[in-house]
């Protein structure tokens, strides 16, 4: 019976490793959809074309940025989530996957199972802004002036659920200061608003923040990651400012739906890697303030875990939620 039994499972797998290899070989023979949960023009939108592109010289098939935005990436990722589990279908997820779980009652989809890791491509900080007439050269004088002022102190972002909402609420449950988040439709207006006095202080992207800071029009305090940035050495990072433990990193990886094929998760793994290492793609990306990862798929899912789990800790701490 054992024997039996042996031979039927020598057979079978016999049987598999072929039609695992055809998969991998065939793959890609048509066009890939790659969903960006972003309006052109964004951050997401400027990575996943970069990779896009590079990607479709790699695979010699097209790669068609799709851009679905809206709800802070929920609407194009639920789309992910449910197109054919076929290699296909890519999404270009970036920070708000491990943030809408706890924001949103509800979600079409949940970000671990419905997905397949791939790669994370980059990662970038933000940096805490303040106008001149905050009278704060250091991140501990800021905290000081928040914790002494009569009125809670505002903070601006791109809208509920961005990098910069999220980075202010965790700012405040570590710092201990009460804070008012005002969200707008965008990072430019936020930082009109801030430059224009019309809120305190906010976390923003590295590139567009810059030339306000060069120009003196705003004054750059701690960066939000656990190391400075390349891109912006002088500034003291948040942590060494004084409050350890302090992360916020804006990161942007690739998933596909679900039951993908391994030879595919495996193919496609291995492409995206070799574009990060392209010279004049990671130049570009620094220019822009992110740096490039590249990490296993194991690794991704792993950091999405851990995220969902911290995020989830932070915003019940803070109070916040989505309008």
Known sequence: ???????????????????????AEAYPAKAIRFIVPQTPGGTSDIVARMVGQKLSEALKQPVIIDNRNGASGTIGTAIAAKAPADG????????????????????????????????????????LVVPPRIPATTLAEFIRIAKSGPHALTFGSAGNGSGGHLAG??????????LVHIPYKGTGQAITELIGGQIDFMFAAIVPIQ??????????????STRRSVTAPDVPTVAESGLEGFEY?????????????????????????KILHAPDLR??????????????PAEFAA????????????IKQAGAKID
Request: hydrophobic fraction near 50%; include cysteine.
């Open 303 to 314: 950091f999405l875990k851990a995220e969902i789990g911290r995020w989830a800790r932070v």
């Open 1 to 23: 019976m054992l024997k039996h039994l042996f031979v039927s499972i020598v057979c079978y797998t016999a049987f598999l490793a072929p039609a695992e290899g055809a998969v």
């Open 249 to 273: 990193i804006g990161w942007y990886g690739v998933l596909a739906p679900a039951g993908t094929p391994g030879p595919v998760i495996k193919r496609l793994h291995a492409e995206f890697v």
């Open 169 to 178: 609420e965790l700012f405040k449950v570590m710092a201990r200061v009460p």
């Open 88 to 127: 296909y279908t890519l999404l270009l997820a970036y920070t708000t996957h491990t943030t809408s779980p706890a924001l949103y009652g509800q979600l079409p989809y949940d970000p671990i199972r419905s997905f397949a890791a791939i790669t994370i491509l980059a990662s970038a900080p933000l940096l």
């Open 283 to 296: 130049e570009r990306l620094l220019t822009d303030g992110a740096e490039t990862i590249g990490n296993s």
């Open 211 to 224: 030339p306000h800071v060069k120009s003196g029009r705003l004054r750059a305090l701690a960066v939000s």
